[in-house]
Every structure is written in structure tokens, then in C-alpha cells.
């Protein structure tokens, strides 16, 4: 019954190899967003889909790249990881914008080595 | 901007304690309140929400009221359980400013048996 799906689980790469994160959803839902959580913080919005309309947040490196091919698929894209990248990243959606329950995926572990 | 403040934790409460998180909010227009919950390595998930002044939201024996005169939306349950153990977030979204859901930054609650 999983509505927004997130994989892997947990993901290992090397400094400076290129990493892709993916996400997909059930639910139909016209927005689809990527956040990063580093340990005991608050989930940082890097960017968002607004169908096929992408937004990218003023602060979100040029390294974070994003996908999304059809309304059910999202990707992450992390062009040269740092160490600094290391963090937990969260795919949600929501039906549509502005004062919208948010659904979260189980989000991606990313350790960089 | 529009921000969310909540009290630090972590927050330690024996089995059966009462309990309240505060959270105060600043925003530009009306915003809904939300509180998520991420239980360990999960996602965030939906807990309870509030779109309008006054309103109460209620979901698993958690409430929170929203105090437009306060500018807050304190958590609150009568009766915590071990399975409650988890971090909290409060969030705020607002209809026309780009989508983006705020959230403060987490408090961790663990209650003992």
C-alpha cells in the first residue's frame, strides 16, 4: 500500500561519483518534492515539480540535480557528491500547491565515502 | 518570511505523562499548521493539521489548536505511550508562496515504560 516509494533504502557512494536518487508515487499527485535531512534537523527543501514545471530553491547547490520524466517518477541527481552531502533525503507529493498535506516516502540514507 | 519556532528538545516523559510541544509560527498571510511525525528511519508522516484560526486538529489522541492571537499551534496528548516515542514537526504552508512547506526543527520525544 506504499503510495510514495523510495529507492534504495540506503545508498553508498564514493566522493565525487555521481549518485541517483528515485522516487515514485501512486498517488497521482501533481506535485512532487525532494527534501534533505541531516541528522537531528529540520527537512531542507532543495526543490520541487509542479507537474512539469520545476522550481529550484535559491540555496540549493548546482550539484543537486532533478528529474521527472512522467507524473509518477521524480529523480535526485548529485553530480559530484562531498562529504558534505552525507544526509537523509525525503521524496514527498501533494495533490496540488499552497496549504497541502505533504506524503512522504521512507526516504534514501546516503553515505558518502 | 514565514517561519516555524518549536521547542528544543529532546523531551524524556514516563508511560501515561502529559504532554505538550510548543510551536509558534510566523507568517505573512493564513497559513495551515501541521504536525508531522517521523518515527526512526522513516519518513515523515502526517499526524494532524488545522487550516484556519481556531481550528483543532486531532489524530491519535494528539491535539493541537490553532491560536491566530498567539500565532501557535502547541501539540499536546493527555496520555503518551512508549510506541509515541519519535520526532515532532511542526510546519506551516501558505496558498501563494511557491509551495514551499516550512518546518521547524524537531523535537525529539522519548517515553519510558
Known amino acids: 500500500d506504499a503510495m510514495v516509494i523510495q529507492n534504495p533504502r540506503y545508498q553508498v557512494t564514493q566522493f565525487g561519483k555521481p549518485v541517483t536518487l528515485s522516487c515514485s508515487q501512486t498517488?497521482?499527485?501533481?506535485?512532487m518534492y525532494w527534501y534533505q535531512q541531516k541528522s537531528s534537523q529540520a527537512p531542507k527543501l532543495l526543490f520541487h515539480?509542479?507537474?512539469?514545471?520545476?522550481?529550484n530553491e535559491a540555496d540549493t547547490p548546482d550539484n543537486f540535480q532533478s528529474r521527472r520524466p512522467n507524473t509518477s517518477f521524480c529523480f535526485l541527481d548529485i553530480r559530484s557528491p562531498g562529504l558534505g552531502d552525507a544526509a537523509m533525503y525525503l521524496c514527498?507529493?501533494?495533490?496540488?500547491?499552497?496549504?497541502?498535506?505533504?506524503?512522504f516516502g521512507s526516504g534514501t540514507q546516503l553515505s558518502v565515502l | 518570511g514565514n517561519s516555524v519556532t518549536q521547542m528544543e528538545g529532546p523531551v524524556t516523559l514516563s508511560e501515561e505523562a502529559f504532554l505538550t510541544i510548543n510551536c509558534t509560527y510566523t507568517a505573512t498571510g493564513y497559513p495551515s499548521l501541521f504536525w508531522y511525525v517521523q518515527y526512526p528511519g522513516e519518513g515523515l508522516q502526517l499526524l494532524l493539521k488545522?487550516?484556519?484560526?481556531?481550528d483543532k486538529g486531532s489524530n491519535k489522541g494528539f491535539e493541537a489548536t490553532y491560536r491566530k492571537e498567539t500565532t501557535s499551534f502547541h501539540l499536546e496528548k493527555g496520555s503518551v505511550q512508549v510506541s509515541d516515542s519519535a520526532v515532532y514537526f511542526c510546519a506551516l504552508s501558505e496558498r501563494g508562496n511557491n509551495n514551499d512547506m516550512r518546518f521547524g526543527a524537531g523535537t525529539r520525544l522519548t517515553v519510558k515504560p
Open positions: 498517488l497521482n499527485h501533481n506535485v
Open positions: 514527498a507529493t501533494s495533490r496540488d500547491k499552497g496549504r497541502e498535506k505533504l506524503f
Open positions: 488545522a487550516t484556519k484560526a481556531d
Open positions: 515539480y509542479y507537474d512539469k514545471d520545476f522550481n
